[in-house]
């Protein structure tokens, strides 16, 4: 095959430090904005961004040119610096190690982006909590 196709969505996860609830409804929409942004120029379309108080959801297709881990550290290293100008309530603010990482059928894209555009209505009705248990 003489040029390369790679086509890979992924669904990509993680939190902040210790699961406390930094993101505000007065940063949420410019984070996930800047996310989508940090994503575009490193050559990863985003369709979507979302999350939670605690937590950030990414659907993106991931450019052939980034690795997975240089893509999320990129995201998590520029966000972080982002964040912490935001608000002096925000300057201790810093991601969790780590991050979840999902291939996405293309057939699956629209149950993706559904799933996490209703991230507030989904953890707010159900009251549901993904902390580790100590």
Not at 17 to 38: A, F, M, Q
Not at 40 to 65: Q, R, T
Not at 94 to 99: E, P
């Amino acid at each position: 095959m003489p040029q390369s196709l790679v086509r890979n969505y992924v669904h990509i996860i993680f939190s902040t430090k210790n699961r406390i609830p930094l993101i505000n409804s007065e940063v949420e929409n410019e984070l996930y904005r800047y996310i989508g942004g940090t994503c575009g120029k490193l050559e990863c379309s985003s369709p979507i961004v979302g999350g939670y108080s605690d937590h950030i959801h990414i659907l993106c297709l991931l450019s052939p040119k980034i690795t997975l881990a240089k893509l999320i550290e990129q995201i998590k290293s520029n966000t972080s610096r982002w964040m912490k100008k935001q608000s002096s309530d925000l300057m201790n603010f810093y991601w969790q190690n780590g991050y979840g990482a999902f291939s996405v059928s293309p057939l699956k894209i629209d149950t993706v982006y559904d799933y996490i555009s209703n991230q507030k209505e989904h953890h707010e009705s159900k009251n549901m909590s993904f902390k580790k248990a100590n």
